[in-house]
């Protein structure tokens, strides 16, 4: 079973403004955010330009899909999944996302330690120090920034059209979406046709 070392805690709230911080940096507009193979031009190019963060391509393990290599300050991806990115893939996206959220939060904390940071398997690690957990939630915000979803659910889009909308998983929308609902920044709305988006199920999503 793989380990992991605990990393500096941080609330979702903190995780979230990390994420929004480095989206506002690597895009100008939402436009700019929504172009074909934007996340593609990120790997690419605006992480070395904006964070200094090189990238690669590499016939990973069997399994792993991508890895934040803290001594060269570099992004590698699977060869398939860096094929899925240059196709806009959504778990590619995700992939990526999520090892960019490994980079600018433990980044720091991983060179100061010199990759010796005791590593315990993650039922022993609390959410709010797991660095997956940490990861997974800067994907979720910088892939669905919460001011955009909640934009485009106040023009009218609902459950099924969101994960098209921003390339997303049906799972991921789903854990965004019920996050978004948690914190009353949504409500479901029954006049709505019926949609189900991964185990979500619902007739229609509204802002509050």
């Known amino acids: 079973m793989a380990k992991y070392p605990p990393v500096p805690a941080k609330s979702w709230a903190e995780v979230d403004f990390e994420a929004r911080r480095a989206w506002e940096q690597l895009f100008s507009s939402a436009e700019d955010f929504f172009k074909p193979l934007a996340m593609l031009e990120v790997f690419e190019d605006g992480l070395k330009k904006i964070f200094g963060i090189g990238y690669g391509v ?17 992004i590698v991806l699977d060869e398939g999944v860096y094929y899925d990115l240059t196709r806009d893939g959504r778990r590619a996206r995700f992939t990526l996302a999520h090892e960019i959220g490994h980079g600018l939060m433990h980044g720091g904390f991983m060179r100061a330690t010199g990759g010796r940071a005791p590593a ?23 892939l ?14 609902d459950v099924c059209e969101i994960p098209q909308i921003f390339r997303t998983s049906n799972k991921a929308t789903r854990i965004k979406l019920e996050d978004l609902y948690k914190k009353g920044l949504i409500k479901k709305n029954l006049t709505r046709r019926h949609c189900r988006v991964g185990g979500l199920k619902g007739s229609g999503i509204s802002a509050v």
Request: one cysteine or more.
């Open 120 to 142: 315990l398997k993650r039922s022993s690690i609390p959410a709010y120090k797991d660095p997956e957990c940490q990861a997974n939630r800067y994907a979720s915000e910088f």
């Open 144 to 157: 669905m920034p919460t001011q955009l979803v909640l934009e485009h659910i106040r023009r009218g889009a």
């Open 58 to 74: 590499e016939n990973l393990p069997f399994g792993e899909e991508g890895k934040f290599n803290f001594a060269t300050n570099e």
